[in-house]
């Protein structure tokens, strides 16, 4: 099949379905999965638990076959779901978690992207140092202000 014929045949099968359940989702993930595989599969052995290792599908067919699914279901797929397919039953689980979340706010953890400052980096340490001269010359500066204040205060 070449990409375009697949690509239509699957967007008609999600247009014409008046509720895509297992049935429907597994016709679409054979579709995808020979267009991804090409001859090296048949698409009668592509099953609900058939693992993409049986059908002999490498790294590089997955990240393929995960691009097609994108483009026909208009959805992103994390690559940390993505990462954790190993069935044909995983990968229709994905599409459907990834359409579920579509169009709501991703929650970002800012904390996880935040540098902590590591006290043993040179950088870090001079700074610290730094913060401390300066307190500590402050510190100078008003402790003889207030000795010439008192200083003063008895003349």
């Known amino acids: 099949m070449s990409y375009n014929k697949t690509y239509s045949e699957i967007k008609t099968l999600l247009k014409t379905s008046e509720r895509v359940g297992k049935t429907t989702m597994l016709k679409i993930a054979r579709l995808a999965i020979k267009e991804t595989l090409g001859d090296r599969v048949e698409i009668e052995d592509i099953k609900w638990d058939s693992k993409f290792l049986d059908l002999e599908a490498d790294s590089l067919d997955m990240v ?76 100078t500066e008003e402790l003889e202000i207030e000795i010439e204040e008192a200083l003063k205060e008895e003349e």
């Open 64 to 139: 393929e076959l995960v691009m097609f699914l994108e483009e026909c279901f208009g959805i992103e797929i994390a690559d940390e779901s993505a990462g954790e397919i190993v069935t044909v039953g995983d990968a229709i689980e994905v599409i459907k978690k990834a359409k579920a979340n579509k169009g709501k706010k991703k929650k970002i953890n800012v904390s996880k992207y935040k540098k902590k400052a590591n006290p043993d980096a040179p950088m870090t340490a001079a700074t610290q140092a730094r913060a401390q001269a300066d307190a500590a010359a402050k510190k």
